[in-house]
């Protein structure tokens, strides 16, 4: 029975592995959509991202090996650098609509319901 588990361990690492290297090819497809300001492959490698997700806590927490730690780590740091640079491109995009329709320096008008 020992045998039995010993041996699932490596196959679960095995898939963890093979996961997360998905996952790192999607990272970074998705760096490259963001250089290339291409939408549609954004919403896919967005897509593909939570599917992998969904496989990666499918397989379960376990403790992770060298191999696969090295293999998470690489993906939270392509990850965080994707999230930075789609940061920069927003914050450029709302410079440049506040720099097209000028500064106002009146308050926002909002709409409230109508009094009977």
């Known amino acids: 029975m020992a045998e039995t588990m010993t041996r699932a361990a490596p196959a ?10 998905q ?5 970074e497809r998705e760096r490259q ?5 291409d939408a549609d492959d954004l919403i ?11 496989a990666i806590a499918a397989i379960g927490a376990q403790a992770l090996d060298s191999e696969t730690r090295s293999l998470a780590e690489t993906a939270h740091q392509l990850n965080d650098v ?4 789609r940061n920069l491109l927003a914050a450029n995009v ?7 329709g000028g500064h106002r320096g009146m ?10």
């Open 44 to 54: 896919c490698a967005a897509r593909d991202k939570e599917g992998l997700c969904d």
């Open 82 to 85: 994707n999230r930075r640079v």
């Open 94 to 100: 709302a410079a440049r609509i506040e720099a097209l």
């Open 12 to 21: 679960d690492n095995g898939a963890l592995a093979a996961s997360l290297r």
């Open 107 to 116: 308050n926002r008008v909002t709409y409230t319901p109508a009094r009977a």
């Open 23 to 27: 996952m790192i090819a999607v990272l």
């Open 33 to 37: 959509a963001l250089a290339a300001l």
